[in-house]
């Protein structure tokens, strides 16, 4: 093969790797927990990937591949179609101005900012829901899940810097 070709295989291979990682750990964690009691301790994996590849390698955080991310959560864990997919989309455009000032900073101020994120997507996740089942609900769903996102962030970051590191490095 020339070195051409190789070179659009390994990034075409590169493009969708990060996907198909997040994909795998969406299947791991939502898969067992789908709409039970209990997929509230399940972290927003899909939103911490969003967040660390907007901030690091924004290449690999396109809007339609987001779409299609936030549709494939969304039915993995029996929520609301679509409602992933628009709050991915947004964390692109709710980063564009401050990409630089997460990527030269340390680990806490860029989970600090993360933090900030996730609080914005779990008040939309719980107002829609509320609106949704037509009453007042409770806020500890949501909470719960964003601490437990919140906590799981170091992890995933961990995970998605070491991928980033060992796959794609160009």
Same mark, same amino acid.
């Given at each position: ?11 075409a ?5 990060? +996907?198909?990682?997040?994909?795998l ?21 899909s ?54 000032? +997460? ?37 500890f ?21 070491? +991928? ?7």
């Open positions: 093969m020339p070195a051409k070709a190789d070179n659009i295989v390994v990034s291979v590169q493009s969708i790797a990060p +996907f198909v990682l997040v994909f750990l969406l299947l791991v964690t939502r898969v067992p927990f789908r709409a039970s009691d209990m997929s509230m301790y399940v972290p927003l994996i939103l911490s990937f969003a967040f660390y590849f907007t901030i690091h390698r924004p290449r690999f955080t396109p809007i339609l591949s987001l779409f299609l991310l936030g549709l494939a959560d969304d039915f993995l864990a029996g929520g609301v179609i679509g409602l992933t997919s628009l709050i991915l989309v947004s964390v692109p455009a709710l980063l564009l101005n401050q990409r630089r000032f +997460f990527r030269n900073r340390s680990f806490v101020v860029a989970w600090a900012g993360f933090a900030l994120v996730c609080l914005g997507a779990s008040a939309v996740i719980w107002l829609v829901e509320a609106f949704r089942i037509g009453a007042p609900i409770s806020p769903p949501a909470i719960v899940q964003m601490a437990m996102t919140l906590l799981a962030y170091p992890v995933l970051s961990w995970i998605f810097g070491t +991928f980033e590191r060992m796959v794609l490095r160009s």
